[in-house]
């Protein structure tokens, strides 16, 4: 029996190995093989609300406002809704609106008896948009180019009702700026895989669109309005169907933001992210939570074997490499596609970052608190 004993380690490494495999072959190569869609010809687009919340974004409105408002399209209309701004966010917002026709504003007035988040906000939008048809997306963030509208429409195509866009940060030095893009494309390229495998179960809402129909007929964020977060990823999590969700990835068709510069700020925007989680789907929920947990417990088990039982060191080396190697291959051509290509070098450092980063907001989320959105 002892015999056998010994082995329980190296087959479960080679178990998680082999469900690590299963993630490069079956999700993310779908996302590695999928043809990018330039703009199709003598095609008609339909007009577009782009709605865009802000509190206390001054700055940014004089920033990014315009990128929005001087899109190529045919008809659409921005809706910019001031939550409670103590800053003059009003005054720029009037300005804005002397120079552009299409562009108008919901304000939302501090009430002392409640506090409210973003879906109050995203809700009040939706409700005053003159088009069916919506784009959503952040006042810190602004389109590659004036074609990001003409992209994302033309993917409300037959059926589809939702269409997941990508929204890389933008290139800053230091060491968390690199983890804080890797960690956004590691979860872009499992989003979107997994839309193409057609089992959507979150969008990010810097660039997201849905239909105004679909927000009313699931009810908007009724159900998880007491849930801080979750204006994105909870409203894709519930309203995407087998055959309603389209993905848009081509390079003007990104948006761009700026990360976080200090770890407590970026701390807490995860926080936020992560607090929408509990609110899956169940399905949704195992899934997430048995390919995390393969993840840790691959580097998990390789040290276990390294440390109690080194002898057997050839079998993690070998596996290791093994995964490194086809990720490169799968990897490789998603980063330059993703816009974080040189960080392609930095792949095997970043991947033991996500192991802790996995691993401690997998452990706090035990013990979170509801997280307000500003």
Known sequence: MEQYLRY??????????????????????????????DLKENIEYPPLSVIVCARNEE???????SEILEQEYPLYEVIVVNDCSSDDSNWVLKEFKQRYKHLRTIDISENAHTRHGKKFAVTLGVKGASHEHLI???ADCYPQSDQWLKYMAQEFQGNIEIVLGYSPYTRMKGL????IRYETFQTAINYLGYALKRNAYMGVGRNLAYTKKLFFKGRGFATHMHIPSGDDDLFVNQNATRTNVAICIHPDAMVWSNPKVTYQAYKQQKKRH??????YRNKHKLMLSIQAFGFIFFYFSAVLIL???PYFWPIVVIGYVIRLLLQMIIYIPLMKR?????LIMWLPIMEIFHFFYISYMGFMSLFRKNIHWK
Request: aromatic share 20%.
């Open 307 to 309: 440390i109690l039982q």
């Open 176 to 179: 968390l700026n690199k983890y």
């Open 274 to 279: 992560f607090g929408a989680g509990n609110a």
């Open 136 to 138: 959503l997306t952040d």
């Open 8 to 37: 329980i380690l190296p087959a479960l490494f080679s178990f998680f190995l082999l469900f690590q495999l299963y993630y490069m072959l079956f999700v993310y190569r779908k996302l590695k093989v999928y043809k990018v869609k």
């Open 338 to 342: 993703l816009q974080v290509r040189e």
């Open 59 to 65: 700055s940014n409105l004089r920033m990014y406002l």
